[in-house]
């Protein structure tokens, strides 16, 4: 196990978190005392001084934790891939967009699981473009009214239209590509036999290994498989995809990003509990919450942590640290105390430990900063005011932040 190093927030009650803690907690008084693990020694206690170092000694360690007792592991195995375009549209939204749909069917043996991308990619890029790829909540039709769209839900055209600005992103010089998260895997506790899990011959809870992944997993694999399909794309820059989610599917575009170092880089908009915050802190939504509310987002094993914070041996400033020397941006809201905004914005701090490694800089500021202020460079942060959402004042802040750091 790694020596402790970091201390921190030595605030008010220090062993709350041995307490029964069904209800959240809002009051920072009482955070429980508690210790991270540090990003710069390994499990034997060696300490790394260079980004070769981290890579070699740190980074494979992080990684097979994080699977085994958070998010869980993939299952190997073989299966089909066919991409099939459904339909374009080069002067898509008045002419400002090409559009395009297409179908990826993964198939192993009678089993069919087919998932639609919907893509818009801006007119004015002559040539690849760069490109935000993030999974919507309820149906590709929900991001936008555009009446091509093949829907994937019942729910209404637009519905999650104030989520998706495509007319600025797409002046930006950016596309945007989705899928409908359902898809991958039903956001439901019914969603593992529909899911791509299927393909692997997860079928039902009692084939899940303690250490075996569920949606979170499933969305992060079948981010990297939508990548797949981008690389073999002539009017896309795949190396210049920003993997994006709001709030679980952020957790889940983490994830993604950790695993797959093919993502340029990766913005977690409110992610929360498994996400971005720190789950040491026990604020707001808790491992015990999430687990018992969404036991199937994470493997069985993390929810071992629920009520018992002090015994991980890993906490989530480690998974933004695996994005490391990619672009980060974390964002919180000020209304979203579910989320842990403080949280979210040590856990960027801390993780940005290891872009120092590669002589990038992160977050060197010591307090939260003031709303509507991002802070940073390669790690930024931002708390806006107002709800949980995404809205068009965090897309600006990300369309600047993948101007300036992905050249
Ligand atoms: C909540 C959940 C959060 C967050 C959110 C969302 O119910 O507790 O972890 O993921 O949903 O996805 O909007």
């Given at each position: 196990?790694k020596?402790i190093?970091v201390?921190?927030c030595?605030?008010?009650?220090p062993?709350?978190?041995a307490v ?6 809002y ?10 693990p ?8 060696k ?9 070699r000694d ?6 097979s ?23 374009t ?5 008045g ?11 993964f198939k ?5 699981r087919?998932v639609?991308?919907?893509m ?11 490109v ?10 929900t991001?936008?009214?555009?009446p091509e769209i093949?829907p ?9 239209q104030?989520r998706?600005p495509l007319?600025?992103?797409?002046a ?6 989705t899928v409908?998260?359902n ?14 899990m299927?393909l ?13 992944g ?6 992060a ?8 399909y981008?690389q ?6 795949a ?10 599917l ?9 695993q797959d ?5 990766v913005?977690s908009?409110?992610?929360g ?10 604020f ?7 687990t018992?509310k969404?036991?199937y987002?994470?493997c ?17 400033h480690?998974?933004?640290a ?12 000020e ?17 940005s430990?290891v ?11 010591e307090e939260m ?13 931002h ?5 949980h ?7 600006e ?11």
């Open positions: 196990m020596k190093i201390c921190l030595l605030l008010g009650v062993f709350l978190s029964a803690q069904t209800e959240a907690n009051d920072e008084s009482k955070v429980p005392a508690f210790i991270l540090p990003l710069l020694v390994n499990e034997e206690g300490r790394v001084t260079s980004a070769q170092e981290w890579e740190c980074r494979p360690e992080i990684l934790l994080l699977a085994d007792q958070e998010y869980g592991v993939m299952p190997a195995g073989e299966f089909e891939t066919r991409y099939e375009v459904m339909a549209n080069a002067k898509a939204l002419g400002k967009a090409t559009s395009k749909q297409v179908k990826i069917t192993k043996g009678y089993l069919e087919p639609v991308i919907l818009y990619l801006p007119n004015q890029v002559k040539g690849k473009a760069p935000f790829m993030g999974y919507n909540f309820g149906g590709n039709q991001i936008h009214p555009d093949v994937t839900s019942e729910r209404e055209r637009g519905a999650a104030s998706w007319d600025k992103i797409l930006a010089g950016y596309g945007v590509i409908d998260c898809q991958v895997f039903p956001d439901n506790p019914e969603g593992l036999p529909k899911s791509v299927r692997f011959g997860i079928q039902e809870e009692a084939d899940l290994q303690p250490n075996t569920q949606a979170m997993s499933a969305w694999w079948g981010l990297s498989r939508m990548l797949d981008l073999t794309d002539p009017q896309v820059d190396t210049k995809v920003i993997a994006i989610g709001h709030s679980r952020g957790k889940a575009a983490l994830w993604a990003g950790a170092t093919r993502f340029a880089a913005v908009n409110e992610s509990c498994g996400g971005a915050a720190l789950s040491k802190r026990a707001g939504e808790t491992i015990d919450i999430i018992t969404f036991p987002w994470f069985k094993n993390f929810k071992a942590y629920g009520n018992n914070e002090e015994t991980l041996p890993f906490d989530q480690e998974l933004l695996l994005i490391a020397p990619r672009p980060l941006y974390v964002a919180s809201a209304e979203d105390r579910w989320a842990d905004p403080r949280g979210e914005f040590l856990s960027a701090k801390y993780a430990e872009y120092r490694l590669y002589g990038y800089k992160g977050i060197t500021t900063p003031q709303v509507n202020t991002p802070v940073g460079q390669r790690v930024t942060y708390i806006r005011t107002g709800k959402d995404i809205t068009t004042y965090d897309w802040q990300y369309l600047r932040f993948a101007v300036a750091n992905l050249k």
